[in-house]
């Protein structure tokens, strides 16, 4: 059998530049990529899980989270391959525990977005990243986001302030 990559993304810039790199991993290593885009229903708790009301809400989540993956995977690749056999998968759960339970061998390779950690998100939400290193049963790597995405936060904040946007601001 062949080796496998396994990547995760919600679409995010920084999950698409872990895309990149999980691809770049999967054809240097011959093999297998797998996308993995976790979802979780809307208020998450047990009213959403009966067999009763919810299962059309389910349903729901699920397609929406499919047509996700495939609107991720054209942004990240086109319509061009990515140069190796590539396997979307939309799982319900959480981030960090679908990308461990997809992981099957110790010769896999895990490969998640490190994202911008600001206080209040790591308030919000734990880390993915730091989930999958502590979890996983194969090598975990961590991709730190484009050194453009630190320019774009920069810009939407100025921007979300009303404070004026210099071209020097621009040139970094």
Not at 9 to 20: D, F, I, P, V, W
Not at 66 to 91: K, Y
Request: aromatic content about 2%; hydrophobic content about 45%.
């Amino acid at each position: 059998m062949r080796g496998r990559v396994v990547a995760g993304t919600c679409g995010s810039l920084g999950s698409l530049t872990a895309l990149h790199r999980a691809a770049a991993e999967a054809r240097a290593r011959d093999a297998e990529l797998w996308v993995v885009l976790a979802w979780q229903a809307p208020l998450g708790g047990p009213a959403s899980r009966t067999a009763g009301g919810g299962t059309p809400l389910l349903a729901g989540c699920r397609d929406a989270a499919v047509e996700r993956l495939r609107d991720v995977l054209a942004a990240a690749f086109g319509d061009g391959p990515p140069g190796v056999t590539l396997a979307g998968l939309t799982v319900r759960g959480t981030p960090g525990a679908a990308l461990v339970d997809t992981v099957r061998d110790t010769g896999d390779l895990l490969v998640v977005g490190t994202g911008s950690r600001t206080p209040l998100l790591r308030a919000l939400r734990p880390s993915v990243s730091r989930y999958c290193l502590a979890h996983a049963p194969c090598p975990v790597l961590a991709v730190p986001p484009s050194p453009l995405q630190a320019d774009l936060d920069a810009v939407h904040r100025r921007i979300a302030w009303r404070r004026p946007l210099h071209a020097e601001d621009l040139a970094g």
